[in-house]
């Protein structure tokens, strides 16, 4: 039962251009939600948050959006750069009892080319 | 150091011996997590220790697997008769759940090959 999908399995995209991932959830009790990113033969690195009760968060070139009411997140990197290219996970969890824990999504690998 | 740490980096073993992972979390954390990830999939939730509480085991794919956090802090995640298919990059993750959800800081991962 995947709780966080992440449907696109990869997204090219050229540079200076606009990065769109989507990530969709399905337990309602998740209220805090987060994108890292990682490159190859490394850990997962914490690129931005949200809370449920915002609806947009917004850290320099990086945009997570929430729609709560359509379970729904994505993140916008603009503009992107080629060192954006990594894989990018999304994941959801909730304060306490059994979904306090991180859920991820499978990763979307991005490719910005030059 | 600051961060998470995981050793070995590396791991090769025979097919059917233990191997044990270790974890050591940021000083302070009370969350601990591991996931796997396999060749080409995402990462595989395994387990997960929060304080005192009793660890959340739903994700151990086998009872060839098994993890313990002593003293609230380090962990080792153990794997008993190793398979082919527990070939993967296991990575720990600590987090701070005291003043509210923050996010999870990730090891380097140990890349563990069964041959």
């Known amino acids: 039962d995947q709780q966080v999908k992440q449907n696109s399995p990869s997204l090219s995209v050229q540079e200076g251009r606009i990065s769109i991932l989507n990530c969709d959830y399905t337990?309602?009790?998740?209220?805090?939600f987060l994108w890292y990113k990682k490159y190859p033969a490394e850990g997962p690195t914490f690129l931005i948050s949200?809370?449920?009760?915002?609806d947009k968060n917004e850290d320099g070139r990086f945009t997570v959006f929430l729609n709560k009411s359509a379970k729904h997140l994505s993140l916008h990197i603009v503009p992107s750069q080629p060192g954006d290219s990594a894989v990018y996970f999304c994941?959801?969890?909730?304060?306490?009892?059994?979904?306090?824990?991180?859920?991820f999504g499978k990763g979307i690998t991005l490719s910005v080319r030059p | 150091g600051a961060g998470v740490s995981q050793s070995p980096s590396n791991k090769v073993t025979e097919k059917g011996k233990d191997v044990e992972l270790r974890c050591d979390p940021i000083?302070?954390?009370?969350?601990l997590y591991w996931y796997r990830q396999s060749l080409g999939q995402g990462l595989e939730f395994l387990i997960y220790?929060?304080?005192?509480?009793?660890?959340?085991k739903s994700g151990l794919p086998s009872d060839r697997f098994s993890a313990e956090r002593t003293g609230g802090s380090v962990s080792t995640l153990t794997i008993q008769r190793t398979q082919q298919e527990d070939s993967a990059v296991y990575l720990c993750?600590?987090?701070?759940?005291?003043?509210?959800?923050?996010?999870?800081?990730f090891g380097q991962g140990t890349r563990l090959t069964v041959v």
């Open positions: 220790f929060q304080g005192n509480s009793a660890p959340d």
């Open positions: 949200i809370s449920s009760i915002k």
């Open positions: 337990n309602s009790m998740f209220d805090y």
């Open positions: 000083s302070g954390h009370t969350a």
């Open positions: 994941a959801a969890t909730a304060p306490t009892g059994a979904n306090s824990k991180l859920t």
């Open positions: 993750a600590s987090s701070s759940l005291g003043q509210g959800l923050t996010e999870a800081f």
